[in-house]
Structure formats: C-alpha cells, structure tokens
C-alpha cells in the first residue's frame, strides 16, 4: 500500500489557512443534502451565541440564541433566553412560542407551555393540539414515547400513554393505561407489560407492542422472575410470568423479552449479559423439550443453541467452529475466518465499539515456534472486516467511524483525519479534531474554529465559526 506523506505541522497549518482562504472566495458551493438538507446547520460565534449558515458559511439566521437545534421538517427549536424557547422555520422567523422547552420530531413536536409548564403534542402540517399531560419519555432506541397523567385521585392513578414516532410523526392514536398506585408497568425494549392488582402479589397483565399496536392479556399472573442487569428498574431485558391454567389448575410460565415470546417453560435462566444483549437458558414445563440457549437484543433474537457455545469477550458474544469466528452484537452478527499465520494460534482477546455501530476485535497472536505474543485488530462494518494493521503500518490509529469511513490520529502530530476502508486517506490528517455528523458529513476542527467536510468533497464551509452542528442538536 502507498504511504501517505507527513507534512511538517508548519507547511500544514499554511496549506490549511490557503484552503480557508480559497473556500471562503468560492463562488458557490451549497450543498442541500445530509445535515445541510434543509440549507442551514446550527453554528456558533466567538461570543458564544448560536444562529445558521449554509455550507458556503454564509449567516441565514443571525447567531443571537443561547442554543439552537437542526432543523426537522423545516423547523427548529431555538432558546432566546435561559428556559424561553420558540420554533422557527428556514427563514429565522419564529412560529411558534414562547415555550418552557420544545421537541421537534419532524411533522411532529411536544411542546412544554411557558406558564402552565403542561405538556402537549402538536402536528405542524394541520396545526392540530393535543390534549394535555404531565411529563413524557422519548425513546430514540425504540422509537415511542410515553407520557404521564396524574389523574388527582386519592389512590395515585395516573395513566400512562404509548405512541409510536416514524419517520418524524407521532402516532395520533396511542395505547392508554390507567393505573393506580398498586399497579405496575415493566418496559422490554418496544414492549410494554403493564398489570393491574387482583390479589396479594398477582394482576391482570397486558402485553402491548409498541410498533404494532397489538395487546396480549396474561390473567391473574404473577412476576416469577425479571433481569435485575438493567439499572432502570421499570426497564427490563426479560420478565417470566407466572400465571394458573383455568381448565388444568396448574401454573403456567411465560417467558417474555423485548424480542420474543415462549410460553410453557420452567425455568429461565441468565448466564451473561451486556448493555444490550441478554444470553440466557431456556428449561420447558413439558419434560421432554430440551433446553435451549439463547441471545437477544432490544430488537430481534441474535440466535438459538442447543448447548451453551456462546462467550462474552468485552461487548460482543462469539463462537468459533471451524476457524470461523461468529460475532454477535446488537447490530446483528458478523463472520470472520482469519488466516493465521504458521506456526501461530489466535484468540479473541477483546472486543469493543466504535462510532455506536463498528466492532472491533483484538485478536492474541501466539508463535508458538518464537514464543512470542502480540495483537492484531479487525473492523467489523456491514460492509465487511476491514485489517486495522494497515493503518498502524502508516503511523494512523482509528478512534472513530462512521458511514463507511474512520477518523484517524497521526501518532507523530497527533492531528486528526479520515480514511476509507480500504485504508485511504480522504480527508488529510491535518486537524485538530475530526467527529461524524450525518450522511457522509463530518464536523472538523482547526485551533479554535470548526468547519463542516463532506468526503470526496473537501471542505464546505470556512473556518469561521467557533462550533458547528452540536451533538445535541442532530
């Protein structure tokens, strides 16, 4: 592979100020895609304040609010003073407001009013209001969010309410609960198992699917057994209820977790978990179903054994049959068969994410001729393994991906850029920072100002600004 030749960190910082320089004077270069889709991007000045430019680093919205969100279906939220915020569109005028805070899904927001602080949703395209409630969830992972209404009786009720969000709308029909203080809800990834009181320790369950919509009631039951792993105690990987079979008298068990559904069994058993995956053993009530051993994460059932074959090395499960390790993660799995070389043995030594969604794995080296031990690491994408020694070959480390692309360190300058999978460098290892943003957009610091890149494009904003796109706001 060609090496990529270090520049002094002088004739970078000139070439880099030339570059600053050459783009400000392009005529024009505005890119209506990724998080410049709606023509303007969040930034910040020197004094602190926030407003909007296109790629060019042209201001559209003047930077005189405290904080400012990206734009969601032609509006975004911004914070005019310390907890007084308003919805403006693409042309900076303010459409909505004053309220105590703002959530802008797309078509839909929640909306906090200024003087009652009740909450409520309301529906862009119609101008529809909601009516109103007291608090509310958004889970981003599971796309739903629930709210909260105390129902001011003597007995703690409150009713809880579950609507799904796609594509930037809120469904305007949710699932409603009324409960009182006995009552109980358990959260399971996009499920919601919600019981009302029948008796010392027992209630009438129902099981909602969040996307679906579709119930399923469990009569007198009883919780048997939950995962404690979760630190939220109303949000569980898995619950076994317990509940009588009215024509046999005897007791039945469910098994139920965020992504599956077993009834009959006798025991279930956690071996080992992580942030968020679940492996677990399954023993069934009838005597003559086997065992069976499986992994699951929020979403979907990772895989079902017949015997306990799975190990937990960092973030990751994996097996290995005939030199072909199989990794499991919340983002699915993935297969490598390494090929090592003679007279050396490999074993997974670490396995860890990085950009959310790329794993990578340490492998242990062992010569057993030499007796010598080292590491080699390996990139995991839906677009395949990627060898990260090709990068230490160049003096590179990777700390970040995203898209397809890693955010590299030059160990001798410590300044940072972006390579491809195939290990070329398309974005010059020239700044001082380098974070992913969305669609092929990548947030770039040089000193105190920070641009907006896209890769294969260079540069489409100046170095003008003092932050652009912040996390928060994306």
């Not at 909007?52 to 559209?60: I, M, Q």
């Not at 797309?106 to 003087?115: H, Q, R």
């Amino acid at each position: 592979m060609k090496r990529k030749m270090i520049l002094p960190a002088v004739v970078v910082l000139l070439l880099a100020a030339a570059l600053t320089g050459v783009l400000a004077a392009c005529a024009d270069k505005t890119e209506n895609t990724g998080v410049f889709a709606s023509g303007a991007v969040p930034v910040q000045d020197v004094y602190g304040n926030w407003g909007y430019a296109d790629s060019n680093g042209e201001v559209l919205i003047p930077c005189e609010y405290r904080s400012a969100t990206a734009f969601r279906g032609g509006y975004a939220a911004v914070e005019a003073a310390a907890g007084v915020w308003y919805v403006i569109n693409t042309s900076g005028e303010r459409v909505q407001g004053p309220f105590a805070s703002v959530r802008i899904f797309g078509d839909s927001a929640v909306f906090e009013d200024y003087k009652t602080h009740e909450y409520y949703f309301y529906t862009f395209s119609t101008g529809e209001r909601g009516e109103g409630f007291d608090g509310y969830v958004y889970d981003a992972e599971n796309a739903f969010v629930r709210t909260v209404t105390s129902t001011g009786d003597n007995v703690g009720g409150r009713i809880l309410e579950y609507r799904a969000v796609k594509d930037g709308v809120v469904a305007g029909d949710g699932t409603a609960y009324y409960l009182t203080g006995n009552d109980v809800f358990y959260e399971l990834g996009g499920k919601v198992l919600t019981g009302r009181r029948t008796g010392s320790s027992r209630y009438d369950f129902t099981l909602l699917d969040i996307a679906e919509g579709t119930t399923t009631a469990y009569a007198d039951a009883s919780v048997a057994e939950r995962d404690f792993a979760v630190p939220d105690t109303e949000k569980l990987n898995y619950i076994v209820l317990s509940s009588e079979n009215a024509e046999t008298g005897e007791t039945d068990n469910s098994f139920i977790s965020s992504a599956a559904q077993e009834p009959g069994v006798a025991d279930v058993a956690r071996i080992d978990g992580t942030d968020g995956l679940t492996y677990v053993r399954i023993s069934y009530a009838d005597g003559q179903t086997a065992d069976k051993y499986m992994l699951f994460s929020a979403e979907e059932v990772l895989c079902e054994l017949a015997d306990d074959g799975l190990t937990r090395v960092g973030e990751a499960f994996f097996s290995l049959q005939d030199g072909t390790y199989t990794f499991y993660t919340e983002d699915g799995k993935f297969t490598h068969k390494p090929a090592p070389a003679a007279d050396t043995t490999l074993s997974v030594a670490d396995c860890a994410f990085i950009g959310g969604s790329t794993l990578v794995v340490t492998y242990r080296v062992e010569n057993s001729a030499s007796g010598e031990t080292y590491t080699q690491k390996a990139a995991f994408t839906s677009a395949g393994v990627t060898d990260l020694q090709m990068f230490e070959d160049m003096n590179l480390t990777v700390t970040d991906a995203a898209d397809g692309f890693f955010v590299v360190r030059n160990n001798g300058t410590g300044r940072y850029g972006v390579a491809d999978l195939s290990g070329s460098i398309v974005a010059e290892t020239v700044y001082t920072g380098v974070r992913p943003l969305e669609g092929g957009f990548w947030a770039v610091k040089m000193g105190g100002a920070e641009s907006v890149y896209k890769t294969g494009t260079g540069e489409l904003m100046p170095f003008v600004f003092s932050a652009v796109c912040p996390e928060e706001a994306l």
